[in-house]
C-alpha cells in the first residue's frame, strides 16, 4: 500500500529541511554532491562501453539496451546516499510550499548541489579517461566503438535547438523526479529498484536530456578531444538542459504534487468524519 500523497509531501519536506541544513557543512555537502555526479558517470559510462559496439553495428536494440542498463544511475544515488541537484529540484520546491524551507535555501541546495555534481563529473570523467577504458578494442584505422558512441552523441547534441534541447531536460526529469517520488510513497527497497528502473528506461529510451549525464558526456568528450565537444556547446547544454529539468522536476511534479499533498491534508474525508463521531459517541455515558 503506497505512502498518502500528503504523508509523502510532508516527509519530502522533512527532506528539504534536513539539506538545508546540511549547507552549514560545506565540506561534507561538496563531497556528496561530487558523489552524485560520479554516480551518474558511473552509468553513462556502462552506456558507451556497452552499447557501442551495437551502435557500430546499427542495431535497432541500441536505445533499449542503454535504458535497460541505465538505471544503475539512480539506484546508486538513492541508495548509496548522494546529493543529485535534479533531484534536489522537486524535493526544494515541496520543501517550500510545505513552509519547511525558504526560497533561498532551496536555490542554495539546488545551485550547491548543481557545482558538486559538475565537479564530482569532471574528476570521475578525467579517472575514466586515465583508465583508456573507452578507447579498447580499437584497431587500425578505426575508432575504439565506445569512443565512436561518445563522439557520436555528443555530435548530435551539440546539433540540437535551444528548444529541443530545453523541452527534453524537462521531460527527462519529469520522469527522474517521478521516480524519486514514487520511491518517497512506497517502503520496499525493491518497489523502489523497480519504480527507478521503469521511469529511467523511459528517460533512455525516448532520448531525453539529464544535465547531470551530460556533464560526465561532455567532461568525457573534451578529455577524449571529440571535435564537438567545445566549452561553448557544454554550457549551452548545461543552460538549456539544466533549465528543462528544473521545469520538469520543480514543477510539473513538484508543484504538481505539492498542491495535491497539500489539498488533501486539508480536507478531512467523511471516513475520517465518521470516525471522529464514532469516537465522540463512544465517550458518551450509557
Not at 551539440?158 to 531536460?169: C, Q, Y
Not at 518517497?184 to 525493491?190: E, F, L, Q, Y
Not at 536530456?209 to 554550457?235: D, I, Q, R, W
Not at 510539473?252 to 478531512?268: C, I, K, W
Amino acid at each position: 500500500m503506497p505512502v498518502s500523497v500528503s504523508a509523502a509531501l510532508s516527509d519530502q519536506g522533512q527532506v528539504a529541511a534536513d539539506k538545508i541544513s546540511e549547507l552549514r557543512t560545506p565540506g561534507r555537502y561538496l563531497v556528496s554532491s561530487m558523489l552524485a555526479g560520479a554516480y551518474i558517470g558511473v552509468a553513462v559510462v556502462l552506456l558507451f562501453a556497452v552499447t557501442g559496439p551495437l551502435l557500430a553495428a546499427s542495431s535497432p536494440w541500441t536505445k533499449l539496451i542503454q535504458g535497460l542498463i541505465f538505471g544503475i544511475a539512480l539506484t546508486l544515488v538513492v541508495f548509496a546516499g548522494a546529493e543529485l541537484s535534479t533531484g534536489n529540484m522537486m524535493t526544494s520546491v515541496q520543501g517550500m510550499i510545505t513552509r519547511h524551507g525558504s526560497i533561498s535555501g532551496g536555490i542554495a541546495v539546488i545551485l550547491g548541489s548543481f557545482i558538486g555534481n559538475l565537479i564530482g563529473s569532471l574528476v570521475f570523467a578525467w579517472l575514466v579517461h586515465a583508465s583508456g577504458v573507452l578507447s579498447a578494442g580499437a584497431t587500425p584505422g578505426h575508432v575504439a566503438p565506445g569512443l565512436a558512441a561518445l563522439a557520436a552523441v555528443i555530435k548530435v547534441k551539440a546539433a540540437e535547438s535551444s528548444s529541443a534541447l530545453f523541452f527534453r531536460g524537462v521531460l527527462c526529469n519529469f520522469l527522474v523526479c517521478l521516480a524519486v517520488w514514487m520511491s518517497a510513497r512506497t517502503k520496499s527497497d525493491g518497489a523502489k529498484l523497480g519504480l527507478i528502473f521503469w521511469c529511467l528506461l523511459a528517460f533512455i529510451g525516448s532520448g531525453f536530456e539529464h544535465v547531470v549525464a551530460n556533464m560526465t558526456v561532455y567532461s568525457l568528450g573534451m578529455f577524449e578531444h571529440v571535435k564537438a565537444a567545445t566549452l561553448a556547446g557544454f554550457a549551452r547544454n548545461l543552460l538549456l538542459v539544466g533549465l528543462g529539468n528544473l521545469i520538469g522536476g520543480g514543477l510539473l511534479v513538484g508543484a504538481a504534487y505539492g498542491y495535491l499533498g497539500h489539498r488533501a491534508a486539508q480536507t478531512p474525508t467523511p471516513v475520517g468524519e465518521l470516525a471522529d463521531l464514532h469516537e465522540e459517541l463512544a465517550g458518551l455515558p450509557a
